[in-house]
């Protein structure tokens, strides 16, 4: 099956830095990644769709100046957290989808864990 | 918000018995996935059932989905321990929500 590839799985780090997560898809070329932020035992909250050579598209209260998405290549996405705060502390995931993703599942990373001290 | 509805939250159940997970929603869609996570992981995709379609079957999977009552339900038949995860439908129409989760554990 398609896999997706993301790193670092968990991150440690001091108020006021930034934090660069990376989503690769290996197998196929991904038209379309999504990042989602996920709470302690609670759903998935789409933060972004991102098309490759385009700017994201952002979800209605997610800052795109604090979660910056760049999707350079079809096969590789980047969320940057910046200055980072102690309430940004979330399991972060990714997604990538072959075309426009309307009718292609989703193959997700293993999430990042992002802890911020 | 178009974010699906499951239920029940939680479900525990016997080795070889069947699991049932209801999502419901709340506007059009082009299609309902259904996925799996299991703790601290990323999300596995398990089957994807399109709008003008009814049921759908994987394995021991089965998937029905009912346009008119905005819902759908996925049944795992003779589960097994693995099986214990989490499981969330999404919905793809202009956007793609994650319903809230059905957390099932499964008692070997």
């Known amino acids: 099956g398609a896999v997706v590839s993301q790193h670092p799985s968990w991150v440690i780090c001091k108020s006021g830095t930034s934090v660069k997560i990376e989503c690769r898809s290996l197998?196929?070329?991904?038209?379309?990644m999504f990042w989602y932020r996920q709470f302690p035992k609670q759903s998935l909250m789409l933060m972004a769709t991102?098309?490759?050579?385009?700017?994201?598209t952002y979800e209605q209260g997610v800052e795109k100046d604090k979660f910056l998405i760049n999707h350079a290549s079809l096969t590789l996405s980047t969320l940057t957290v910046t200055s980072a705060h102690p309430e940004d502390s979330s399991f972060y995931i990714c997604?990538?989808?072959w075309g426009q993703g309307s009718n292609q599942p989703q193959h997700f990373g293993d999430g990042t864990r992002l802890s911020i001290l | 918000s178009q974010q699906g509805e499951e239920d029940p939250q939680a479900l525990s159940i016997q080795e070889g018995e069947n699991a049932t997970m209801n999502c419901s929603y709340k506007?059009?869609?082009?299609?309902l996935q259904w996925y799996r996570q299991n703790s601290g992981r990323g999300l596995v995709h398990l089957i994807l059932?399109?709008?003008?379609?009814r049921e759908k079957h994987s394995g021991r999977l089965r998937v029905t989905l009912d346009t008119s009552k905005k819902s759908s339900s996925l049944l795992i038949t003779a589960s097994r321990a693995a099986d214990t995860a989490s499981y969330f439908c999404?919905?793809?129409?202009?956007?793609?929500?994650f319903g809230t989760g059905t957390s099932l554990t499964v008692i070997p």
């Open positions: 197998d196929f070329q991904a038209t379309t």
């Open positions: 991102s098309n490759e050579g385009s700017k994201a």
């Open positions: 997604s990538a989808a």
């Open positions: 506007t059009s869609i082009n299609n």
């Open positions: 999404a919905t793809r129409g202009n956007q793609f929500y």
């Open positions: 059932i399109r709008s003008n379609e």
